[in-house]
């Protein structure tokens, strides 16, 4: 029998039930794919996580799983690690390993928890009529692709546009066969905000991610090439909404700053 220390952290935010939940799980044991695939669905998060042992390096291996695959780096899911760990001992910095041997350096900041990622770039690209339509989007300021994430970005006239969002998700799945997702993005009328975003991701995940890291790792630079700056505030307006400061430190690397909160702890039991 395995007991597995598990929690749910609401991730990007300072209140409960806000922001984008996770799950996470400290084994200390290996689990194999197939039963941590299983977990990532019994718990019905957009993502859980699952940390291993501490080595001689101050390295965490860490995997994460969406209840329908295996996903490479999940930004909120590390951040919910993040907090479990801060919680947990009296570490305010380690390293995390991802399946793809990324190092994800973590650190606690004033309250705030930190994490470094790797930025990434975008390319021009057509995206099909009956994609828009299906977003329910009659026109676009710009289509671009990020490739090592498989998602396409759009950026549209208006946040209220972006908010008042109502897709037809069975429609949206069916409009493209190669991509992992879609993110909406618009300028921000907020004064305490940059930009906002929408993530949509039927094909690989949950219909649409509250609050999402992984793709500010090409968002960010979008958005710091075109207001040119370096520091921004982002929103992402879904139904929870969640926020996070980012920084781009140089042209590979970026920092993701923000706050979490456990609502759940427990034990699985295998």
Not at 29 to 51: H, N, Q, R, W
Not at 76 to 94: D, I, Y
Not at 130 to 154: D, F, M, P, R
Not at 198 to 205: D, L, N
Request: aromatic fraction near 10%.
């Amino acid at each position: 029998m395995k007991n597995i220390e598990t929690y749910i952290v609401d991730s990007f935010t300072d209140q409960p039930f806000k922001g984008n939940p996770a799950g996470v799980c400290i084994v200390p044991v290996e689990l194999s794919d197939s039963e941590m695939l299983s977990i990532a669905k019994e718990l019905g998060l957009s993502e859980t996580a699952f940390i291993g042992e501490l080595n001689e390096n101050n390295e965490y291996p860490i995997r994460f799983f969406s209840p329908v695959m295996e996903i490479p780096l999940c930004g909120h899911a590390t951040l919910a690690s993040s907090k479990v760990l801060f919680e947990k001992t009296a570490q305010n910095s380690f390293t995390f390993v991802n399946i793809q041997n990324l190092k994800l350096p973590i650190e606690l900041n004033d309250g705030f928890i930190k994490m470094r990622f790797p930025i990434y770039g975008t390319i021009p690209t057509e995206v099909p009529f009956e994609l828009l339509k299906a977003l329910g989007i009659e026109e676009v300021n710009n289509s671009v692709y990020n490739a090592e994430t498989k998602i396409v970005l759009l950026e549209i006239q208006s946040a209220e546009i972006l908010k008042d969002l109502t897709p037809n998700f069975d429609k949206l799945k069916k409009s493209h066969k190669e991509i992992n997702g879609v993110l909406i993005t618009a300028l921000s009328t907020k004064a305490e905000f940059d930009f906002e975003s929408r993530y949509f991701w039927p094909w690989s995940g949950t219909n649409e991610d509250p609050v999402t890291g992984g793709t500010h790792t090409f968002l960010a630079k979008y958005w710091g090439d075109k207001l040119k700056r370096s520091k921004m505030n982002s929103f992402q307006c879904s139904e929870r909404g969640g926020f996070m400061e980012v920084e781009l430190l140089n042209e590979e690397q970026m920092t993701i700053k923000s706050k979490a909160q456990i609502v759940l702890k427990g034990k699985l039991i295998l």
